[in-house]
């Protein structure tokens, strides 16, 4: 902890509302299924919802961290046993962050991390529907394909929807922050595309990472639900529990045209991620080595 948070750390106080780990994001990429599965498990709680930000606690990366410890521990519930609890929170905008790594480091240095990551390109396109959704003016106003090829010489808040758009798929920029803040062994990268089709493999892998027992039976209590086309918590009987509307929205498909472009534009930064992946002696994801088809990359 730094010397600064230890000066102001009355004896009194407990460390005991702190987060074992993170859920860093980035936004869109099935946060919030990893989020909700992992609060199924009998061991793991999560933060209490943040009426102000989407429930999302988002301390590390913005104002809120003025606000100070205590207020960033009530969000956290008194763990029945300290040892074997895990208490998290997911905040999808730490990923992209400057300030949420060194930050984070500095309060909870033994916290594991986890990253959901899809393809630079679907997350982005996901991201778009979703500004539209909200009613984001620039975004109801161009298509996507005018977003992601607006150029220096385009209206200024059209290149600023770009560059929050097309900003956190530098995956491999932003993990390497993060990576300069914490050992490699206390990160986990979650294949977004597993998580959606086979939920249950990702959460033992992410059971196996945390080493929380007991291991909980995500066969039983995930089914997926033919009307949502998701996997869902599965409740009494064939009923089940899904994300709201907000996740899992229905929208055209990406034209080849733009998957092409978005292609080119994360070329540098897909290549960088296969070789920190290959650096952290972990299996790339399928739609990586999809996405670098035919790519030296070593
Ligand atoms: N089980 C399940 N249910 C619903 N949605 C699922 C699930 N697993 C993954 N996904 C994908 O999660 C995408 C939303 O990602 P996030 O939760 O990270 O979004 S957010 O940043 O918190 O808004 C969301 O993106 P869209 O499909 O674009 O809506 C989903 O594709």
Redesign the pocket.
């Known amino acids: 902890m730094w010397q600064r948070h230890k000066d102001i750390w009355s004896k009194e106080k407990t460390c005991d509302r702190l987060p074992k780990f993170l859920i860093i994001?980035?936004?869109?990429?099935?946060?919030?299924?990893?989020?909700?599965?992992l609060s199924l498990h009998p061991a793991i709680s999560s933060s209490f919802p943040s009426p102000i930000s989407?429930e999302?606690v988002q301390f590390f990366s913005g104002p809120n961290y003025q606000r100070g410890i205590d207020w960033y521990m009530d969000f956290f519930p008194i763990p029945s046993n300290v040892s074997t609890d895990f208490l998290f929170e997911?905040s999808?905008n730490y990923f992209d962050s400057e300030v949420a790594p060194p930050r984070a480091t500095a309060l909870l240095p033994r916290a594991k991390i986890i990253a959901?990551l899809?393809n630079p390109a679907?997350r982005a396109?996901?991201?778009y529907?979703?500004q539209r959704a909200h009613q984001d003016v620039v975004a109801l106003n161009y298509s996507f394909h005018e977003v992601v090829s607006a150029r220096r010489s385009s209206p200024p808040a059209l290149q600023a929807l770009q560059r929050r758009i097309l900003g956190p798929g530098a995956y491999a920029s932003h993990l390497d922050r993060w990576l300069h803040h914490y050992q490699p062994s206390q990160l986990l990268i979650v294949d977004?595309v597993l998580?959606?089709s086979n939920?249950v493999q990702v959460m033992n892998g992410v059971q196996k990472f945390l080493g929380v027992t007991p291991h909980y039976n995500y066969t039983q209590a995930l089914m997926f639900d033919e009307t949502?086309g998701?996997?869902?918590q599965r409740l009494d009987g064939a009923r089940s529990r899904?994300?709201g509307k907000?996740?899992?929205?229905k929208?055209p498909d990406m034209s080849a045209e733009t998957r092409a472009l978005l292609s080119e534009h994360y070329r540098e930064q897909n290549l960088e991620l296969l070789r920190l992946f290959n650096r952290l002696g972990q299996a790339p994801p399928p739609w990586l080595r999809e996405e670098l088809h035919g790519a030296s990359w070593s």
Request: aromatic fraction near 18%; include cysteine.
């Open positions: 994001g980035p936004q869109k990429t099935g946060t919030t299924a990893l989020h909700s599965f989407y999302e997911k999808a959901v899809i679907d396109y996901s991201w529907q979703h977004g998580l959606r939920p949502k998701f996997w869902c899904c994300l907000s996740k899992g929205r929208y």
